[in-house]
């Protein structure tokens, strides 16, 4: 028998069979293979046009990896592969085997399709319409329970993974998601799987309007299902839709919408690439089923954020207000009530450590003359920048500058002897001079200074805020009557 019958020969077995010689790149099909890849065109561009993918890795087989010289080097193999062809995409079980063939070495590749190109995973010994049920269940349960606890920073990436899982599923080309927004003008395709070989489209499908696809989104938006067997076949008046459609070299679609708390968020959708479907009832259930989860996860997630969002503006009011039932209004440092409940945290803390704590008191000296002679503005101005001065000289975490009253102010220092207080009162009254707010009617200098008094005590049960209060009173009122603008310690 001659080459041409031999090949003959196999184009009419009753198997889905692509054959090459070992020693020719030319591939013959039998009629089963092509009427598996939805074409009755026995032709060197179709079988040509054949690409081989891994299922798992995406991955295009080529050279030593095609099936056909993986076959010939190994004389039997069996892959599970993606194949795309300018007619139809198939997931297939590939079983090889090199034969001769009167005198002739050939490669056979037995084809056995694993979807049948429809949202049922028709596996061999899962065919049943109840198999398919029940497996699609099981990936219903698997990705409702991925999807229950996801965290908002690998949303997209599972959405993205559990669209791949219903793709693989179902033998479609694509698997997407689009959101609506603007009031449903504008619209972006947010995710998308697709399968090994399929061009994906979600980088380009942004701000895609509604009115360039207005048959579509009236479809979409009303009826909330869009289900086209075969996009050649769409009416007139769909023609934009049509074009769209051929040029991602869309076949079939199905398309679900997806509501958000009540109202249209986008719509989740499925193509088939190069060839017509024909899509039935149980297909859009699974679809509308695999948008509701993802709709309830967004919803779940959109919720989350806005409590964590109230929570969070919550807080910031509130600590707005704790800063203002606690600051001074005019200055921005602690105010007296903030004073008193840190003087007495820090001296019961002394207490519980055996520690020392140490308080000055400062008066900024003739405030009164100062403000009859400049003004009020100016005295506030000036007290502002002394309050700063203050607030600079606090170094460690529990020190704290407050404004006693008028032109008062105190600083505590938990854990701080009479030597170490001395020094903050010298970088306190440095801090004021270095300020050199003009005083030139002063008796005492010609810029602004302050009196400081200091008290030091070892805390104890018997030691209070009033007390170790008048300490520092005694030594400032001494400071005052020697001469203003020195420090003086309680002894």
Not at 231 to 258: D, H, M, N, W, Y
Not at 293 to 308: D, F, G, P, W, Y
Request: charged content about 25%.
């Amino acid at each position: 028998m001659t080459d041409t019958g031999s090949m003959e020969l196999i184009r009419q077995i009753p198997a889905s069979l692509l054959v090459k010689r070992v020693d020719d790149n030319t591939i013959h099909a039998s009629k089963a293979c092509l009427k598996l890849f939805g074409t009755d065109r026995l032709c060197d561009e179709f079988l040509q046009g054949l690409k081989f993918y891994d299922a798992k890795s995406k991955r295009l087989l080529v050279d030593d990896a095609h099936p056909f010289k993986r076959c010939a080097q190994q004389h039997v193999v069996k892959l599970k592969v993606r194949i795309t062809s300018p007619a139809k995409n198939l997931n297939c079980i590939i079983k090889g085997s090199l034969i001769k063939l009167n005198g002739l070495h050939l490669v056979v590749l037995h084809l056995t399709n694993v979807q049948n190109n429809d949202l049922t995973h028709q596996q061999p010994a899962l065919g049943s319409p109840l198999a398919n049920h029940l497996e699609f269940n099981r990936l219903l349960s698997r990705i409702s329970s991925q999807l229950i606890n996801v965290s908002s920073d690998n949303l997209d990436e599972l959405i993205e993974m559990k669209l791949g899982a219903f793709g693989e599923f179902s033998g479609v080309d694509r698997c997407y998601i689009f959101q609506f927004y603007e009031n449903g003008t504008l619209m972006d395709n947010t995710h998308e799987w697709v399968a090994p070989g399929i061009t994906p489209h979600k980088d380009e499908l942004k701000g895609v309007c509604a009115d360039d696809l207005p048959y579509f989104y009236n479809v979409i938006k009303t009826e909330h299902v869009f289900k086209v067997n075969d996009v050649s076949k769409l009416p007139a008046s769909a023609a934009l839709e049509k074009q769209e459609f051929e040029r991602e070299r869309i076949g079939a679609v199905l398309c679900t919408s997806i509501h958000l708390n009540g109202n249209l968020f986008g719509f989740i959708g499925c193509d088939i690439v190069g060839s017509a479907n024909n899509w039935r009832e149980h297909d859009v259930i699974y679809l509308k089923l695999i948008g509701e989860i993802v709709s309830n996860t967004l919803a779940n997630m959109t919720n989350k954020q806005s409590l964590e969002e109230v929570t969070n503006k919550l807080a910031e009011a509130n600590k707005q207000l704790d800063h203002l039932a606690n600051s001074d209004g005019l200055t921005g440092i602690a105010n007296r009530r903030q004073f008193d409940t840190k003087l007495e945290s820090a001296i019961r803390r002394g207490t519980r450590e055996q520690e020392a704590i140490s308080l000055l008191l400062i008066d900024v000296d003739r405030f009164k003359l100062f403000n009859d002679t400049y003004g009020h503005v100016a005295g506030d101005e000036a007290l502002k920048q002394v309050a700063q001065a203050f607030q600079s000289c606090c170094r460690r975490c529990d020190d704290l500058a407050a404004r006693y009253g008028g032109e008062e102010f105190v600083i505590i220092l938990p854990q701080t002897d009479t030597e170490q207080a001395y020094y903050i009162a010298e970088l306190a009254m440095q801090a004021v001079q270095q300020l050199a707010i003009p005083f030139q009617v002063s008796p005492d200098s010609d810029v602004l200074s302050v009196s400081i008094g200091i008290a030091s005590q070892k805390c104890s049960t018997v030691l209070t805020n009033s007390k170790l209060i008048n300490m520092a009173d005694k030594a400032l009122y001494q400071a005052k009557e020697m001469g203003r603008n020195r420090i003086e310690v309680f002894e």
